[in-house]
């Protein structure tokens, strides 16, 4: 269906999405569904859902229905998209805790996979990397909003500066605390 072509009424504020909508999930093609499950799920730690034999997995954090899907329905054998092209930048998957990011590097090292970056931006701490499709994956954790850059004025301020991956990777296992 093509939505009627009206022009936007001014007169009336702009939409705003409500406060409690989320990204609920992120659907990826790749070219190899147990190569992405080894990444995903071997070295990020997602759970597996449910698997559709060697089309589609679902897997989650907590026993969630899926946060991640992957597929090969249109994508089996591929190759990853030409840089300069359009499409998906990076799936962002969000740590409660610094010591998780933390955590979550180690793995990443431990399987050798490499970063293509690291960043301090204020009101979050990143790491960067690809899947084995070329997908950019950042996993992150966010300061506590009292602790976010302001300006002048009060608006937050982003900024991309070096992060301390050796400290960022000392921080103790937030795992072996528990019982």
Known sequence: MTPPSTPPDTTQPPFVIPATASIGHVHLKVADLDRALA???????FELVTRMGSQAAFLSAGGYHHHIGLNTWESRGGTPPAPGTTGLYHIAILYQQREE???ALRRLVQAGVPLSGAADHGVSEAIYLDDPDGNGVELYWDRPRGQWPTDA?????????????NALYALPDPQAARP
């Open 39 to 45: 990444f995903y799920q071997g070295v990020l730690g």
């Open 153 to 165: 004025e009060g608006n937050t301020v982003m900024y991309t500066r070096p992060l301390d991956l």
């Open 101 to 103: 990011l933390g955590q």
